[in-house]
């Protein structure tokens, strides 16, 4: 096929609502009809995409059979530079790396310029900025001459540092940014085809021109005898006057069509000189009419009050176009859901099209329900792929010591341990789970690895390779990258491979694996470019680098129900699309913040707007929403908020709404009605299952199962909440040990008791250390062996300062009426005549001269009123009555002559026990009578029969299914046998 020549240069397009490939290959065979078969094979087709070329290629399989002509990508454009004898591209990390080391001084010395952690996002943002100066054309003079007189001093600085960068990147000999080779090979394209223009057709398609580069290639291309562009997605709806009115970046850039506006306006054309490629019908030319009007630069109400009352046939234009305004993102995953799973039903192919990837995700999961598998092109992010999140695991033990969650979830990651051996190390897994979660240490050591091994069969070497591979991994300082990359490696190996000496694991198997070990080795190629850096920031750039990548698996089992991002919805073509999460900051992406240059700066310099990806989106908006059938879906509010529906969509919204003499506002109803029908479905389909809310239990088992011994601790419980007590001894229930241990009340109290205790030891053996000092000094001797949280200790030894004065005080007065004579004293009695035990500690028990006892309770928090014993708090009521019946056999049937509570809280507080009242003959008769009561089969556990305050929560209320009830309902017993 050949061209026929022509003085202006070659421009063609396929409108909106035509599938661009198909058209491209129909346009191709139609020119090559009537000329020999090798015609068409010399024909040189540049595509700008690999998915392009793909689908090109899979159009020309579907026959009839003919010679392809020759498919290239833009990017195939560096074959040419190598044979042109240009030096090789430099490696893109090579360059973020060497930035890096420059930001990283600029931090240092400007800390208030960003946060440390950011380092590597700016070096990634400055080398886009450099790629992007490459590729328009911008040189660093241009930067240097912006005047910034009148702006903030931050931008003088990014000003001064961009030149001083520019200067430190250009010091590479023997090799060219990928960006400036790019363009170097353009220009000298251009100039060879000057003297010697290709006589072949060379035809470039589906590009807008959005970068400068490639927008210099497609108007030299236009321009030869036998070149061509073809555009895709080009309103041929729009009036003239409006194309005339393009002509201002700053106001037009975000208009969908004013990349052609610009191309054209080079190449010094019109818009009516811009020629079809062929003759394809739209699915809807109402629908492109109402759309090209909605999407009028602004201002647009003008254009819609003169142009919208001759628009016709509205019915029509929306007929195949559904609105679903759901009330949250569920709703409208949910909604999507069920319409994929229709087209999967009526064998249409369907396609998601959106930039939320949290909507995907939700889609995703939705469909999951019904076993569909969607195709999506973009594929998992890596670093969300089981060897990106090892990795970055691993990356976190060279940071901060080894904590009880960040061992589990090593251990518990199916690439840990995948060589031999796997399932006795999931079972000693949650054998030393179970270990951490009760006894600690909150932070694993080799003595608690060799400790868990103790008495337990385990694999040979399991505990050696938990000491080798995950003991005393922090580093401090800092070291050369490639001291960090082999550290990393050879670390996950390790693990990967596991204790038996395993050939290999699983880490670099499969596509995810095979991708992540492409991104560590080309960190090892260039990491003599990244100089030394700490382990915080190898982890921060282990993960910037493995944000960046993906990973897809093309096998899908409904190959027709598809997910795409916006590029991949320019070159295929679907029976539905659903523009999903129609919502401003997803339609169009909010624009990424530039910390180098303004947008006022970026105008100057000649650079790219923010406005030309708002452009890009709103041409990909354009083409979308010319397909056979449309849903338009957003969600009313987000997790967090009310949202904003897209520009575009509120355009058409707003317009069909003021054209009421076309039928508009019904159009617009018929739309949302549809919608709604499927958000209904969509309630449905959600709506949970009417169940009748669980009664206040309040079981009665067998007395034979009831428990038979009971601590001191546990009476007041038992008073206030008896299904405790029957989850725990008939159940035999125990709450789960939380995982990630912290400096709570519990740590407190048992680490506090210690210290006094020890203390008192102390001062009873020698008086004279009856001070502050020793008693602080003694404090902090206790925190530093016990409480490795040094927050936790700096609290905890304060508050003590702040009591130890009057606690010394208090102590002198207690030791001169009796002696201290026991430290955590363990005690039982009988219940007679019931078959029952009474267990219980005492803190602490003092004997004075006549041999009286006088019983100590450490409270860390507030200790119980009077009256508070009285009812309910009647542990150490109950502890001196079990003294005087002998319980604690050192001190035999004692007398006892004093009981209280020291509470170790500023300020000190001593709250007697009312022993008057509260005689301990009586407390032990009221005892007696409420262990009997249980011992009556009539009698239940009730669920928080008395508790002290509604909110308080315990550890079985989930198990009563508290929450279905409450505490106005009676309890309703049940017989269990």
């Known amino acids: 096929m050949r061209f026929e020549p022509q003085d202006t240069p070659r421009l063609f397009a396929v409108p909106c609502g035509v599938d661009f490939p198909r058209a491209l290959v129909d346009g191709l065979v139609a020119r090559s009809e009537n000329t020999s078969p090798e015609e068409l094979a010399k024909v040189e087709l540049i595509v700008n995409t690999s ?182 997605g080009f309103d041929d709806q729009q009036p003239g006057h409006v194309w005339e009115h393009l002509d201002d970046p700053l106001m037009s850039e975000d208009h969908p069509q004013y990349r052609f506006f610009k191309i054209m306006r080079d190449l010094d054309m019109t818009p009516d000189q811009v020629r079809p490629w062929v003759d394809a019908i739209p699915a809807s030319m109402a629908r492109n009419r109402l759309v090209s009007l909605a999407l009028r630069p602004a201002p647009v109400t003008d254009a819609w009050m003169r142009e919208g009352p001759e628009l016709r046939d509205i019915d029509q234009a929306t007929a195949d176009v559904s609105l679903v305004e759901a009330p949250n993102p569920r709703a409208e995953a949910l909604a999507i859901a069920l319409r994929l799973r229709k087209a999967a039903e009526d064998g249409q192919t369907a396609a998601l099209i959106t930039p939320d990837r949290m909507l995907t995700r939700q889609v995703a999961a939705a469909l999951d329900r019904w076993d569909i598998l969607p ?36 251990l518990k990651h199916p690439l840990c341990h995948d060589g031999a051996g796997r399932g006795d190390h999931l079972r000693h897994t949650r054998e030393l789970e179970l270990r951490l979660r009760r006894y600690g240490p909150p932070f694993p050591d080799p003595d608690s690895f060799a400790a868990f091994e103790i008495g337990r069969e385990l694999m040979p ?355 001169a009426i009796a002696q201290p004579s026991g430290f955590e004293v363990s005690g039982a009695v009988r219940v007679a005549p019931l078959d029952f035990e009474i267990a219980g500690t005492a803190d602490r028990i003092d004997v004075d001269e006549r041999g009286g006892l006088h019983l100590f309770d450490y409270k860390t928090g507030d200790p119980p009123t009077e009256s508070q014993q009285k009812t309910f708090e009647k542990q150490l009521l109950i502890e001196a009555a079990m003294a005087e019946r002998g319980a604690f056999e050192r001190y035999g049937e004692g007398r006892v002559e004093r009981a209280l509570f020291l509470g170790l809280k500023n300020p000190l507080k001593e709250v007697a026990a009312p022993l008057l009242d509260e005689p301990p003959s009586k407390v032990w008769e009221e005892l007696t009578k409420l262990i009997s009561a249980y011992f009556e089969p009539d009698q239940g556990y009730s669920s928080r029969r008395m508790v002290f305050q509604d909110t308080q929560t315990g550890d079985y209320d989930h198990l009563a299914r508290y929450g279905e009830w409450d505490r106005s309902d009676p309890p309703v017993s049940e017989i269990l046998t």
């Open 51 to 232: 998915r392009m070329a793909r689908r090109v290629r899979d159009l020309f399989d579907q026959g009839p059979a003919l010679l392809l002509p020759r498919i290239s990508l833009l990017s195939d454009l560096d074959m040419r530079a190598t044979l042109r004898g240009l030096p090789p591209a430099l490696p893109p990390l090579r360059r973020r790396l060497e930035l890096s080391q420059l930001i990283a001084k600029l931090l240092e010395a400007q800390p208030d310029l960003a946060a440390r952690s950011s380092l590597y996002d700016l070096s990634d943002s400055l080398a886009a900025l450099f790629d992007e100066m490459q590729g328009e054309g911008v040189s660093p003079e241009t930067i240097r001459s912006l005047d910034v007189s009148d702006m903030s001093g931050h931008w003088a600085r990014a000003q001064q540092f961009i030149a001083i960068a520019d200067e430190f990147a250009e010091t590479h000999e023997h090799a060219m940014d990928a960006q400036a080779r790019q363009r170097q090979v353009v220009l000298d394209l251009i100039e060879e085809w000057q003297d010697s223009p290709p006589q072949h057709p060379v035809i470039l398609a589906g590009s807008t021109g959005s970068r400068g580069t490639t927008l210099m290639l497609m108007e030299a291309i236009a321009r030869l005898p036998q070149g061509a562009v073809i555009l895709p």
């Open 375 to 410: 195709d999506d092109s973009a594929g998992q992010p890596l670093q969300l792929s089981p060897p990106g999140r090892f990795l970055r695991h691993i990356a976190e033990l060279f940071c901060k010591p080894l904590a009880c969650d960040t061992l589990l979830t090593l």
């Open 461 to 815: 070497g399991w505990t050696a390779w938990l000491t080798q591979c995950f003991a005393d991994k922090p580093i401090s300082g800092t070291q050369p990258l490639s001291q960090w990359v082999d550290a990393l490696r050879n670390l996950a190996e390790a693990i990967s491979r596991g204790s038996q000496n395993a050939a290999d694991g699983g880490l670099w198997d499969k596509k995810a694996g095979r991708k992540a070990l492409e991104i560590v080795n080309n960190l090892q190629a260039e990491a003599g470019y990244g100089g030394e850096i700490t382990a915080r920031d190898f982890a921060d750039l282990l993960r910037a680098l493995l944000s960046q990548g993906e990973v897809r698996d093309r096998d899908a089992p409904y190959g027709s129900i598809l997910i795409w991002g916006t590029l991949e919805a320019r070159v295929q073509g679907a029976d539905l699309v659903i523009l999903g999460g129609l919502n401003e900051g997803s339609w169009p992406e909010a624009a990424t913040p530039d910390p180098w240059l303004n947008r006022q700066l970026r105008h100057q310099a000649g650079l790219l707007l923010p406005e030309r990806r708002i452009g890009l989106s709103a041409h990909d908006f354009q083409q979308a929403v010319a397909a056979p059938e449309v849903w338009l879906t957003r969600s009313e509010r987000s997790d967090e908020a009310d949202t904003v529906p897209s520009r575009w969509l509120n355009r058409m919204t707003n317009l069909l709404s003021g054209l009421p003499g076309q039928g508009g506002p019904a159009a617009l109803a018929d739309m949302r009605a549809r919608g709604q029908e499927w958000l209904g479905w969509a309630e449905v389909l959600e709506a949970p299952t009417s169940l009748s809310p669980a009664k206040r239990p309040a079981p009665r088992p067998p007395v034979a199962a009831r428990p038979r011994r009971l601590t001191i601790t546990e009476i007041p419980r038992l008073i206030r909440d008896p299904y405790a007590i029957y989850a725990k001894h008939v159940l035999k229930l125990r709450p789960l040990d939380p995982l990630v241990q912290e400096p709570d009340a519990l740590l407190r109290g048992i680490v506090l008791h210690k210290i006094l205790e020890d203390f008192i030891k102390a001062s009873v053996t020698d008086p004279k250390r009856l001070t502050v000092p020793d008693f602080l000094t003694t404090a902090t001797a206790h925190l530093e062996a016990k409480v490795p949280w040094p927050v936790a200790r700096s609290l905890w030894l304060a508050r003590l300062e702040r009591i130890a004065e009057d606690f010394i005080t208090g102590e002198q007065q207690r030791q």
